[in-house]
T-cell receptor, first 114, second 113 residues
């Protein structure tokens, strides 16, 4: 399957722990986007990365959240000291380039904070 | 900043009938795309249809078509011959430079057998 792969699909954390969500883009794609979906809401843009660079992080909370897309390996969204309000579905999408009009989504990672 | 309004939180349609989901948006971009995504209970985001803003012709994909009114910033989705499998949340989303999408709040479509 050459689609966007996210893992884990489900993650449970206790308050104060760290959550790491991984995203492997489609083969050949070097642009990755992270979105968050709270219950009963639409997806909200968080961050846009290209290999080794953060292009736009205007949707990222200022504290506890970080993202990276290293030269080798998947993109990682990291949430430190999780709180209950971080419980959501986190979607990754990838594209071949900027403004191509083609964005492919993974199946999402559902984070539950107890 | 872009804003997207989907004014119908829920819609219902009889199987085999036609339904239209509305979407209005605001953008300062001059060149952009508009998308409709479907999210079934599995929560996967599935692209339904895409429209390029510079094209006047409305996009069509099988039973799905759009009514794109650029001046009015309106982008509605028409589903013809509705099927039970069409039941899902539908999200409208324009993009800005860089493929970053702004999603509306969604419309839940129910299909009655």
């Amino acid at each position: 399957n050459a689609g966007v792969m996210q893992n884990p699909r489900h993650l449970v954390r206790r308050r104060g722990q760290e959550a790491r969500l991984r995203c492997s883009p489609m083969k050949g794609h070097s642009h990755v986007y992270w979105y968050r979906q709270l219950p009963e809401e639409g997806l909200k843009f968080m961050v846009y990365l290209q290999k080794e660079n953060i292009i736009d992080e205007s949707g990222m909370p200022k504290e506890r959240f970080s993202a990276e897309f290293p030269k080798e390996g998947p993109s990682i969204l990291r949430i430190q000291q999780v709180v209950r309000g971080d419980s959501a579905a986190y979607f990754c999408a990838s594209s071949l380039g900027p403004n191509t009009g083609e964005l492919f989504f993974g199946e999402g990672s559902r984070l539950t904070v107890l | 900043a872009q804003t997207v309004t989907q004014s119908q939180p829920e819609m219902s349609v009889q199987e085999a009938e036609t339904v239209t989901l509305s979407c209005t948006y605001d953008t300062s971009e001059s060149d952009y795309y508009l998308f409709w995504y479907k999210q079934p209970p599995s929560r996967q985001m599935i692209l339904v249809i895409r429209q390029e803003a510079y094209k006047q012709q409305n996009a069509t994909e099988n039973r799905f078509s759009v009514n794109f009114q650029k001046a009015a910033k309106s982008f509605s989705l028409k589903i013809s011959d509705s099927q039970l499998g069409d039941a899902a949340m539908y999200f409208c989303a324009p993009n800005n430079a860089g493929n970053m999408l702004t999603f509306g709040g969604g419309t839940r479509l129910m299909v009655k057998p």
